[in-house]
């Protein structure tokens, strides 16, 4: 008879060498026992490492990759992790139940839903499908009669923004959307109807996934017996960006054996205006009394400079978990603090240290600028673009082909080239009720008249239009109106205040839900036109610089051999060899609407920690002393306060000849 030994747990032999590959901080959390837990991975201290590892070690401990759940915030990032553990365990690991909280979601809710009355086959809504459903309750309820109501997809993401934070919509518009307070009673009837058509017709869109999920957990007690039982262990990669729902759903997922590691920073939470919630990771040790606390300190990107500068930033902070980021042992260069004297000056000095490092031998894709705000990258586009420094922008569309920029151009050009049929072309289709068709005509009457400028103002237009064109025309025509001075058009910066405040500021509101961006967009094209004699000029520049753009961007290599420009946010999870922070004057980072609060002025720290630990080897923090915003006139500006406490010895002060 052949005997065949089963072995057991309590025999186990991992088959992987764990010290070799992990520093004693990781060795810990990774091999830590049962039972909740909370990993605090520092910047660059091999967060994605640990996660992969924990899941090899429950793998090879004996735990069926069935009764391991990975969630993590994209997809590829789950298969990455899943994948490394294969080629560790030499093993399988496809059935480890690993993916994003809505991938998850779906598979829970197909086996489950029907317990709450959601039919298996429910067909799920992508991003477009969910804005035209908007758009049919808005004109199921005749909302489309008011010209000035919200396009569709400012609407969802107020909804979307109210089901992630369990907050009422009205309370999202008066906390977050302010301007659309006039709106809020017939935005939530479109909420209202939103919801019952969805149910009616078993469609569900990505916030359904997670809500539906929670509830199906909270209402059906045998559901959640038998998922919290299926699951022994559950991992959460990125705690610190999760929302309430999302936090919820993890609980009631572990809450029969309670092995719950979740992997975050809460010095690296800096998403509040997508709904993630920083209570959830610091508020963690309370929930779970019990939880083991690891703490991934060694650093493997940066210099200790910068990492003596990063920690004493982020160490102003009240409300976090503390720790100390240490370097091995690696030296380099004090982060450099540079005072400007304005915006120009800035992008000067960015882009000649910029040439600097190229002589040196440094690849341009080793060389990052970040920025608090997309419209602070303006001047270094144009200043970059005059030196032929390729770049490319993280952040969005290079500045000047962003729509709504190009929208306020082409009103300038019209005005000054009143034959210019494509402007024209542009500016009419801005209006509610007017088309192709009818944008043409417009324009055969304006080109056949001796006068086009007067034509596009004049009364014989709106007999060409459709009433609902003829309501919304009046406030177009009364910016035509204003750009025919001669006054105007020798003041570029005040023609563009006339085309905002005159009407497009209300075409804004109603049809992009980032507003507050793009206007502000508009008011530094406004401060930067100020520094030409004419709007001609002005226009002239534009074209010729945007052309070397074009020229620059042409071939398929461009990409690979340029600089980065990017929002801090976008930056977070990066690196780069050398790094500028810029615009890192008060009153613009920290952003001004978040000072008045703790939370927001500890968060916005966090958004300065983050982009300060992108870079290993070089940083320079640089701010304008001046600054020309339209609203305030020319100002002194103090550096940041994020500047302003950093310890002298943490930085060397640089003084720049002009």
């Known amino acids: 008879m052949k005997k065949y030994e089963l072995r057991t747990a309590a025999a186990f032999k991992p088959s992987v060498d764990y010290p070799s590959y992990l520093n004693p901080e990781q060795l810990s959390a990774v091999t830590s026992g049962d039972g909740p837990s909370l990993v605090i991975a520092g910047a660059g201290s091999g967060k994605t490492r640990v996660v992969t590892y924990r899941v090899a070690y429950l793998l090879e401990s004996g735990v069926s990759p069935s009764r ?56 799920i809504l992508d991003s477009e499908d969910t804005k ?53 009673e017939e935005i939530e009837k479109v909420s209202g109807l939103f919801i019952k058509k969805k149910k009616a017709m078993n469609l569900v869109d990505f916030d359904d996934l997670l809500s539906c999920w929670k509830e199906l957990l909270l209402k059906v007690p045998a559901v959640r017996e038998k998922l919290s039982e299926r699951f022994l262990h559950v991992l959460v990669d990125e705690y610190q960006d999760t929302n309430r729902i999302q936090a919820d759903i993890v609980d009631l997922m572990a809450s ?69 980021l240490n370097s091995l042992q690696r030296r380099g260069a004090l982060p450099a603090v540079v ?97 192709s068709v009818t944008a043409k005509k417009v324009w055969e009457h304006i080109r056949a008249a001796q006068d086009p400028v007067n034509a596009a103002t004049s009364d014989d237009v709106s007999k060409i239009l459709s009433r609902k064109a003829r309501d919304n025309w009046q406030m177009y025509r009364h910016t035509m109106e204003a750009l025919k001075g001669e006054e105007v058009l020798d003041n570029p910066s005040e023609a563009i205040r006339e085309i905002l405040e005159k009407s497009y500021d209300a075409y804004l509101q109603s ?28 226009l002239s520049d534009l074209a010729l610089l945007t052309g070397v753009q074009t020229e620059d961007v042409a071939g398929p290599e461009a990409e690979a051999e340029s600089i980065v420009l990017s929002t801090i946010h976008r930056a977070k999870g990066l690196e780069w060899s050398r790094v500028f922070i810029i615009g890192l004057a008060e009153g613009n980072f920290p952003a001004a609407k978040s000072l008045g609060s703790l939370e927001g002025e500890e ?56």
């Open 339 to 435: 005072p400007l004297q304005n915006r120009s000056q800035e992008a000067e000095f960015v882009s000649q240290r910029v040439l600097d490092f190229i002589d040196e031998g440094v690849p341009m894709k080793e060389i990052a600028v970040l920025y608090r705000s997309h419209y602070q990258s303006m001047e270094l586009q144009m200043e970059l673009t005059r030196r032929r420094i390729p770049y490319e922008v993280r952040s969005g569309l290079r500045f000047f082909e962003q729509a709504h920029i190009k929208d306020i151009i082409s009103y300038l050009r019209a005005a000054l080239n009143p034959m210019d049929e494509i402007s024209w072309t542009r500016i009419l289709k801005l209006i509610p009720g007017i088309g």
């Open 132 to 184: 035209d459903l908007i758009d049919s309750c808005t004109a199921e309820l005749n909302l489309r009669t008011d010209k000035m109501f919200p396009k569709g997809k400012i609407v969802l993401d107020v909804i979307s923004r109210s089901t992630g934070s369990e907050r009422s919509v009205a309370g999202v518009i008066e906390n977050d959307f302010s301007y659309l307070l006039p709106f809020a």
């Open 256 to 324: 029969r054996h309670r092995n719950l590691m979740v992997v975050g920073d809460d010095a690296q939470s800096i998403y509040s205006f997508r709904g993630a919630c920083f209570d959830n990771i610091i508020n963690f040790p309370e929930k779970y009394p019990d939880a083991k606390i690891f703490k991934l300190t060694t650093n493997y990107r940066s210099t200790s400079e910068i990492l003596s500068l990063a920690n004493s930033s982020i160490a102003n902070n009240r409300r976090q978990f503390p720790k100390v």
């Open 511 to 538: 049809n992009y839900e980032n507003y507050e961006d793009r206007r502000e967009d508009i008011e530094q094209l406004s401060n930067y036109s100020g520094h030409f004699r004419s709007t001609r000029e002005f």
């Open 68 to 123: 391991i759940m990975l969630l993590t915030f994209t997809n590829r990032a789950a298969r990455e992790m899943l994948y490394r553990v294969e080629l560790l365990i030499k093993g399988e690991a496809r059935r480890v139940w690993g993916g994003t909280f809505h991938h998850i979601g779906n598979i829970v809710l197909r086996q489950y839903g029907a317990a709450i009355n959601l039919k298996a086959d429910f067909t």
């Open 603 to 658: 968060e916005e720290r966090r958004v300065f920690y983050v982009a300060a630990t992108r870079a290993k080897d070089e940083l320079y923090l640089c701010y304008p002393v001046m600054d020309d915003r339209w609203h305030d006139g020319v100002t002194v500006k103090r550096p940041s306060l994020f500047v302003q406490e950093l310890p002298e010895e943490t930085y060397e002060l640089w003084e720049i000849d002009s």
